[in-house]
């Protein structure tokens, strides 16, 4: 099964996509354990309660660690196109617009 993550996860994109789906996993189960505590209440307090909560807990410290890994892998894909275009940019001959421009900011 290794091979078969190495593959799947090749680029930002792949690995952003990857997040959201996994937001969506834990968004789904905090909610079931969100329900599971309802439940639980209703009895009387217990361990169980307890257990309930801490998991829930760590499921919502989950969440904005993945929340802000994905908006560090938006940065990253935001940078690499920055650079991108800015490499393509200085290997193509100025256009006359640019020439326009460069003459204002001297001026």
Not at 54 to 65: F, P, R, S, T
Request: glycine fraction near 0%; charged fraction near 35%.
């Amino acid at each position: 099964m290794k091979p078969q993550l190495e593959n799947s996860i090749e680029s930002i994109e792949s690995a952003h996509e990857f997040m959201t789906l996994l937001v969506a996993t834990i968004s789904e189960a905090k909610g079931d354990l969100e329900a599971d505590i309802e439940r639980e209440k209703k009895l009387r307090p217990s361990r169980r309660l307890d257990a309930l909560r801490v998991a829930l807990y760590n499921l919502k410290k989950l969440e904005m660690d993945i929340n802000r890994s994905r908006r560090l892998l938006n940065d990253l894909r935001t940078l690499r196109r920055l650079l991108f275009e800015e490499r393509t940019r200085s290997s193509t001959p100025s256009t006359p617009l640019e020439t326009v421009d460069s003459q204002r900011v001297a001026a």
